[in-house]
């Protein structure tokens, strides 16, 4: 390989890495940019009454701590419904089912619901939970709407970190006796849980800030009450933005509370999925393999 050559692959290198740069820095910038339009838009509204207390005078004082708690029960609702049903899919599809044509196309319908707009889960919440099974406008059918949602996501993730765990592992464990289930359950699922808890921390950002599917299954405009069964409707941050931007009557009052609000479901979702992060980083430091 001649000097001319050599110099050229380079320069083609570099300008690569050049255009790559400039596209993080382009990601970071906006997204930086628009947290600090939250920040300074929202930071005045914060305070503890903000944080403790309900909404009071149409929604232009008070704070927002029924949605803020309506926010956390439809997202562990979510993962209750979604992380069990997802586990269990992504065993069977990685571990038992037999590979094929067939196994393809469920894999492919799997990518497809991943992508479909959440507006149908809720529609189809309103239609199947809501209404056939008469639960209403509640915390329990806001949780299996968003739990379907998740769900692809939960068993791509856990399918992935199965299959990732080296089949040596597999092997050493059903050459000493022990039959397949109790490989899976003692051997590959925790060595696979850090990944698996990956996909739990994706849902949790998607459930969380959803807004169509507890339109029109959990998420009622106005409540002075916490749910005190899975049989109320409640309060949630999501559709609590949507509300002071859209439907309230005095919007322009309200506006600090708007960016206050969505800067609480922010902090909300990343303390909830740091959360997660640490227990997976704390998995993956005492099963290293």
């Known amino acids: 390989m001649n000097t001319r050559t050599l110099a050229s692959r380079k320069a083609r290198q570099s300008l690569a890495f050049g255009i790559i740069r400039l596209a993080m ?11 600090l339009l939250l920040v300074v838009q929202g930071i005045g509204a914060i305070n503890w009454t903000f944080l403790t207390d309900v909404p009071r005078d149409s929604m232009t004082k008070g704070g927002i701590f029924p949605a803020i708690v309506g926010t956390i029960y439809l997202t562990l609702g979510a993962l209750l419904t979604a992380l069990p049903l997802g586990l269990a899919s992504a065993v069977y599809l990685s571990e038992y089912a037999t590979q094929g044509r067939l196994l393809g196309l469920v894999r492919l319908g799997i990518q497809n619901l991943a992508g ?23 915390l329990a059918a806001g949780s299996l709407t968003l739990g379907l949602l998740i769900l692809p996501t939960v068993i791509g993730a856990s399918e992935e970190a199965l299959r990732a765990v080296p089949a040596m592992f597999r092997e050493a464990s059903l050459s000493l006796g022990a039959t397949r289930w109790q490989t899976i359950r003692k051997v590959v699922l925790p060595a696979a ?24 299954t959990a998420a009622t405009f106005y409540t002075l009450q916490l749910p005190s069964s899975p049989w109320q409707e409640v309060m949630a941050l999501p559709y609590h933005i949507y509300v002071l931007a859209t439907a309230g009557t005095h919007i322009d009052q309200t506006r600090p509370l708007q960016f206050g609000t969505v800067l609480v479901l922010i902090t909300l979702v990343l303390g909830m999925s740091l959360t997660a992060i640490l227990i997976r980083s ?6 290293k393999w």
């Open 193 to 216: 849980m850090p990944g698996i808890l990956t996909g739990s921390i994706l849902g949790i950002g998607r459930a969380a800030g959803e807004t169509a599917p507890i339109m029109f």
């Open 116 to 138: 479909v707009p959440s507006v149908v889960f809720g529609l189809f919440g309103l239609a199947l939970f809501v209404v056939h099974f008469h639960m209403g406008v509640s």
């Open 282 to 287: 704390r998995l993956r430091k005492s099963k």
């Open 25 to 35: 820095l382009m990601v970071v910038g906006a997204l930086g940019g628009i947290i």
